[in-house]
């Protein structure tokens, strides 16, 4: 088992930043990408970005691409996700997800771990 705890979540305006955090525990030697996924009320959850756990490859959404930096430290079993210049459509609970094969994808469906999500909430 995979555990995933997600954090840094909150209220931000326009134009601001903010970063989340997820810390993986269990067997975490088994996990080859990490990612961030997110869903609004309503809508169907959507790939954010994500990271090769030991090559540092990246994959980003084209919404979100030049705004958010996803990063991890593999000390730390930790993969961070920097959000600058929010706008109010990134408005929405964000999943941390990982997934045992070392395949760059964006569905939700391959990943085989997930957190609890933690919202983020973007104002104007």
């Known amino acids: 088992q995979v555990q995933l705890v997600e954090s840094g979540g909150g209220l931000v305006q326009a134009g601001g930043s903010l970063r989340v955090s997820c810390a993986a525990s269990?067997?975490?030697?088994?996990?080859?990408?990490m990612a961030w996924f997110r869903q609004a009320p309503g809508k169907e959850r959507e790939f954010v970005a994500a990271?090769?756990?030991?090559?540092?490859?990246?994959d980003y959404a084209d919404s979100v691409k030049g705004r958010f930096t996803i990063s991890r430290d593999n000390a730390k079993n930790t993969v961070y996700l920097q959000m600058n210049s929010l706008k109010p459509e990134d408005t929405a609970v964000y999943y941390c997800?990982?997934?045992?094969?070392?395949?760059?994808?964006?569905?939700?469906?391959?990943?085989?771990?997930w957190g609890q999500g933690t919202q983020v909430t973007v104002s104007s």
């Open positions: 997800a990982a997934k045992l094969r070392s395949i760059l994808t964006t569905d939700p469906a391959e990943f085989d771990y």
């Open positions: 269990g067997r975490t030697l088994s996990v080859s990408v």
């Open positions: 990271i090769t756990w030991f090559g540092g490859s990246t």
